[in-house]
């Protein structure tokens, strides 16, 4: 079974430009969940998507969104970017709504803002 | 509000003895618990999770963490520690209401031969 994918592995941007990352779930989970790992300040929920749908949100700004496609992959978008935002991002997908479901990670994507 | 407090950031063993990662929570519900792992450079891996059931939870790679509500902990233990055990360790409590995942700073467990 093919595990959480996330794209790209490393993505270097300057200060106000947008990121775009992307995550495929695991097949046949339908929440997508999105968390920020930046150094000193732990892992922190950013997003949490199920069925196309919005469910939860961290304590983000609101330049942090995304979105659910039909076959549950998922975007975060980044905009106005700040140096504070390098960070490494981490999807997480799980098999049935609510996040008392385990989560199964991908390896994230890598965002340096120069 | 829920919280989880590790009470180590660094731990270290050498190869062969045991492994003891200490972590409290705070919850005004019944909470859900969880273990991950992260190796350098990579995501999180579940070692085991905690929902009610038995109170000794046995996970993957010889781990096991025991839930003393008295205590409020959810300690991870094992018994006999390897190399390939140094990673970052996190404690996580979820609480069904809507909130996600929040998780503890880590502890990073050294090994030694």
């Known amino acids: 079974e093919a595990g959480v994918t996330q794209s790209p592995t490393h993505l270097i941007k300057t200060r106000g430009q947008q990121a775009t990352l992307r995550c495929s779930p695991i097949s046949g989970h339908t929440s997508v969940y999105w968390y920020q790992q930046a150094l000193g300040l732990g892992l922190q929920f950013l997003l949490w998507y199920d069925e196309g749908e919005e469910r939860n949100r961290g304590n983000f700004p609101p330049r942090f969104s995304g979105r659910q496609f039909p076959n549950y992959s998922s975007e975060l978008n980044v905009n106005a970017l700040e140096l504070e935002d390098s960070a490494l991002y981490l999807c997480?997908?799980?098999?049935?709504?609510?996040?008392?479901?385990?989560?199964?990670f991908g390896d994230g994507t890598r965002l340096s803002i120069l | 509000a829920q919280s989880v407090t590790q009470l180590d950031s660094h731990v270290s063993v050498s190869e062969g003895t045991p492994v003891l990662l200490r972590c409290n929570y705070s919850?005004?519900?019944?909470?859900?618990l969880f273990w991950y792992v992260q190796h350098p450079n990579k995501g999180l891996q579940l070692l085991l999770k905690y929902t009610s059931a038995a109170t000794l939870v046995k996970g993957i790679n010889g781990f096991e963490a025991e839930f003393k509500k008295s205590e409020t902990s959810f300690h991870l233990t094992k018994p006999s520690a390897h190399m390939s055990d140094a990673a970052e360790y996190f404690c996580v409590v979820s609480d069904w209401g809507g909130t996600a995942l929040i998780f503890g700073k880590g502890t990073t467990l050294s090994v030694s031969s």
């Open positions: 919850s005004s519900y019944s909470p859900s």
């Open positions: 997480a997908s799980s098999s049935r709504e609510g996040p008392n479901q385990p989560q199964h």
